[in-house]
Nanobody
């Protein structure tokens, strides 16, 4: 079983940027398609970015052009670079296998506010 720990969130002003990290345990990490999800208060969790084992990526329309997902299979880490942040990006961000097969971590809070 792979376990994940997210970090890197914080409070930023609109237009700001952050880099989120997801450290995963387990030697099989590199074979999985990984995703970053987010959940805002009162809303369902949504998938915002996906990266395959070989680095192909896909994004939700709401973040396309502003968020970049990447991974380092040697370090068992997935990253999410966020730029041009908007108040509607405020949420708790989680990483997991694309279909949510792993146990969910605690997430990392991103708050975009002036």
């Amino acid at each position: 079983q792979v376990h994940v720990v997210e970090s890197g969130g914080g409070l930023v002003q609109p237009g700001g940027s952050l880099r989120l990290s997801c450290a995963a345990s387990g030697s099989s990490f590199r074979i999985y398609t990984m995703g970053w999800f987010r959940q805002a208060p009162g809303k369902q969790r949504e998938l915002v970015a996906v990266i395959t084992s070989v680095g192909s990526t896909n994004y939700a329309d709401s973040v396309k052009g502003r968020f970049t997902i990447s991974r380092d299979n040697f370090e068992n880490t997935v990253y999410l670079q966020l730029i041009s942040l908007k108040p509607e990006d405020t949420a708790t961000y989680y990483c997991n296998e694309r279909a949510g097969a792993f146990s969910w971590g605690q997430g990392t809070q991103v708050t975009v506010s002036s």
